[in-house]
């Protein structure tokens, strides 16, 4: 339970090392090749048996429907977009902005969030709506392409849960978002674990 809302919301997300999420044209081999070599799926079914409901933006929804395989079965997925018909995939629910996607998972009893986008992932941090990062990190510079992280109106402080370190120079850290209201204990530098 966070304050204002009955649910969590968490990112779990790969960028480049200079923090883009897709090329300009939405490429992510840059991403998959170097998580395939990496080896294991990286934390990802421990992440997604967690939560149970993924919000994404229509950017990530879209090329998503090009997969074998629908990746969020059994999950509530809401897809935020104000262009897409309503109804069209039943797979998911779509919601016209932010204030409605809230009320609209509120209702539902939602628990734990995973969000996606990286447009939706600012708005979610804009809003104060973000209460986990996991950031995978593959090692290369892309220069230019979607950004993970944008202006935000102020800073986001954040708590250092861990680091992983994969195969193939993938990196892997979780933060929390320090809340004025939490008093988070002392962290000590736990190093590369
Ligand atoms: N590296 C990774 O791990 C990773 C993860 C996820 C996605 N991706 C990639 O990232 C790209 C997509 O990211 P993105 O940042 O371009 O887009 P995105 O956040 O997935 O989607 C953006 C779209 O979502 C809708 N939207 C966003 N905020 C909204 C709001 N507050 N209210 C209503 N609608 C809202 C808008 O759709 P409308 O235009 O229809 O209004 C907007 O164009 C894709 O290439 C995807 O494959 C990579």
């Given at each position: ?9 968490s990112v779990f997300i790969g960028t480049s090392?200079?923090g883009f999420i897709a ?5 992510l081999?840059?991403l998959?090749?170097?998580g ?6 990286l934390g990802y079914?421990?992440f ?8 994404m933006g229509?950017?990530t ?53 995973y969000v996606d986008g990286g447009?939706v992932i600012r708005?979610f941090l804009?809003?104060?709506?973000i209460?986990e990062i996991t950031i995978t990190t593959v ?7 979607l950004p993970l992280f ?22 892997q850290s979780t933060y ?18």
């Open positions: 339970m966070t304050a204002g809302r009955p649910f969590t919301c090392l200079d090329r300009a044209d939405g490429d081999g840059w998959t090749s170097r395939e070599a990496a080896g294991g799926d079914q421990e997604a048996d967690g939560i149970d409901t993924v919000v229509r950017g929804y879209e090329p998503g429907l090009t997969y074998d395989l629908w990746p969020h079965e059994g999950k509530h997925v809401a897809v935020l977009s104000t262009t897409l018909e309503e109804g069209a995939d039943p797979r998911v629910t779509v919601y016209r902005d932010l204030d409605r996607l809230l009320r609209g998972l509120a209702e539902r009893g939602t628990k734990s969030v447009q708005a804009r809003a104060g709506l209460d090692p290369v510079l892309l220069g230019t392409g944008g202006p935000l109106g102020g800073d986001v402080p954040l708590v250092h849960l861990s680091t992983r370190v994969f195969g193939a120079g993938v990196v929390a978002v320090e809340r004025p209201d939490s008093r988070p204990s002392p962290v000590l530098d736990q190093g590369l674990k």
